[in-house]
């Protein structure tokens, strides 16, 4: 979840989509508070992005203080931002769908049926080698202590 999350961070900064003044170190430790959600998917308190520093990360069968949560549907995203409106930013504001084609390049329903394009493509390499260690890559995005 955590090298997906960077590769959305990666195409947000370099797209322009984040605004003046935006702390990448603020962002993730909220964001940290949203990612326990997925099939199955269990995190701790002690490691909440699942990146696998926790040293409970190998559980597959969880003791507290792990929990597991249903997936992240389109009603809990209304729920906690409320409802989509498409003609958002045409009213100088912005929507989810708005926002998530602005960082990926490509529209919504693209992103389902099209190879992902070159952007997102060496976002999604960046992202893997920051997995396999190279801290250098999230240097724009908060900084390898943030991460």
Same mark, same amino acid.
């Given at each position: 979840? +955590? /090298?997906?999350?960077? #590769? *959305?961070?990666?195409?947000?900064? =370099?797209? $322009?989509? %984040?605004?003046? !003044?935006?702390?990448?170190?603020?962002?993730?430790?909220?964001?940290?508070?949203?990612?326990? *959600? $997925?099939?199955?998917?269990?995190?701790? =308190?002690?490691?909440?992005?699942?990146? !696998?520093?926790?040293?409970?990360?190998?559980?597959?069968?969880?003791?507290?203080?792990?929990?597991?949560?249903?997936? *992240?549907?389109?009603?809990?995203?209304?729920? =906690?931002?409320?409802?989509?409106?498409? *003609?958002?930013?045409?009213?100088?504001? =912005?929507?989810?769908?708005?926002?998530?084609?602005?960082?990926?390049?490509?529209?919504? /329903? +693209?992103?389902?049926?099209?190879?992902?394009?070159?952007?997102?493509? /060496?976002?999604?390499?960046? #992202?893997?080698?920051? +997995?396999? $260690?190279?801290?250098? %890559?999230?240097? !724009?995005?908060?900084?390898?202590?943030?991460?």
């Amino acid at each position: 979840i +955590a /090298q997906d999350f960077l #590769a *959305f961070c990666l195409l947000a900064q =370099r797209n $322009g989509v %984040v605004p003046a !003044g935006w702390s990448w170190p603020e962002c993730l430790k909220v964001a940290g508070s949203f990612v326990c *959600f $997925g099939k199955n998917f269990y995190c701790t =308190r002690d490691d909440p992005l699942n990146t !696998g520093h926790s040293p409970h990360a190998a559980i597959t069968h969880p003791p507290p203080p792990y929990t597991t949560h249903k997936a *992240f549907e389109k009603s809990d995203a209304q729920e =906690r931002w409320g409802s989509e409106n498409v *003609f958002q930013a045409m009213m100088g504001g =912005r929507s989810l769908r708005f926002t998530a084609e602005s960082v990926y390049g490509q529209a919504a /329903q +693209a992103l389902a049926m099209e190879e992902p394009n070159e952007e997102t493509t /060496q976002a999604n390499e960046n #992202a893997a080698a920051w +997995a396999r $260690g190279d801290t250098s %890559v999230v240097a !724009g995005v908060g900084g390898a202590a943030a991460w």
